[in-house]
T-cell receptor, first 114, second 114 residues
């Protein structure tokens, strides 16, 4: 069974631009969560989607948004990029959305904002 | 709100020595606890999880962790370290919201030297 895949793996953007990251969950998984990892703030929850609906959102500004498609693939968008958005963005999937389930993580997309 | 604290941002051991990585949690509800490992330039891989079944949890690669409610701890151990264990380790707790949202500790970098 294929794991969680994320594209692209690496990305360089400049301040003010926008970016879209993609995540394909494990086949059959309906829940997709996004996390941001930075040296200063560590791993932080961005949002979670289940069956095309955003279930909850972390403490990030509105420039961060996402969506989920009917095939459970998810995209995350960041508009008006800032230097501080440079990070590793991790996507994780699970079968349903119960809190005791295991989340399986993808390799991440490393975003560098110049 | 749920949280985890990892004591020691860096731990160094010799190959063959005992590995002990500390994690204390704070939770107002019975927690679900996880240990993940991250190798350089990779995503997170689940080592083990506690979901209120057995208090001693065995994971992959010879790791195990014991849930101690009285001490609010979930320390990760391995009897004999191997150089391939060099990585960053994260303790995480489900936020008790009924859906998938992990709250991570700040991580512990483990270095195993020959």
């Amino acid at each position: 069974k294929a794991g969680v895949t994320q594209t692209p793996r690496y990305l360089i953007k400049t301040r003010g631009q926008q970016v879209t990251l993609s995540c394909s969950p494990i086949s059959g998984h309906r829940s997709v969560s996004w996390y941001q990892q930075t040296p200063g703030q560590g791993l932080q929850f961005l949002f979670e989607y289940f069956s095309e609906t955003q279930r909850n959102k972390g403490n990030f500004p509105g420039r961060f948004s996402g969506r989920q498609f009917s095939n459970s693939r998810s995209e995350m968008n960041v508009s008006t990029l800032e230097l501080g958005d440079s990070a590793l963005y991790l996507c994780a999937s699970s079968l349903l959305s119960t809190e005791q389930e295991t989340q399986y993580f993808g390799p991440g997309t490393r975003l560098l904002v110049l | 709100a749920q949280s985890v604290t990892q004591l020691g941002s860096h731990v160094s051991v010799s190959e063959g020595a005992l590995v002990l990585l500390r994690c204390n949690y704070s939770s107002s509800v019975p927690p679900y606890l996880f240990w993940y490992v991250q190798y350089p330039n990779q995503g997170l891989q689940l080592l083990l999880k506690y979901t209120s079944a057995a208090t001693l949890v065995k994971g992959i690669n010879g790791f195990e962790a014991e849930f101690k409610k009285s001490e609010t701890s979930f320390h990760l151990t391995k009897p004999s370290a191997h150089m391939s264990d060099t990585a960053e380790y994260f303790c995480a707790v489900s936020a008790g919201t009924g859906f998938q949202k992990l709250v991570f500790g700040t991580g512990t970098r483990l270095l195993v030297s020959p």
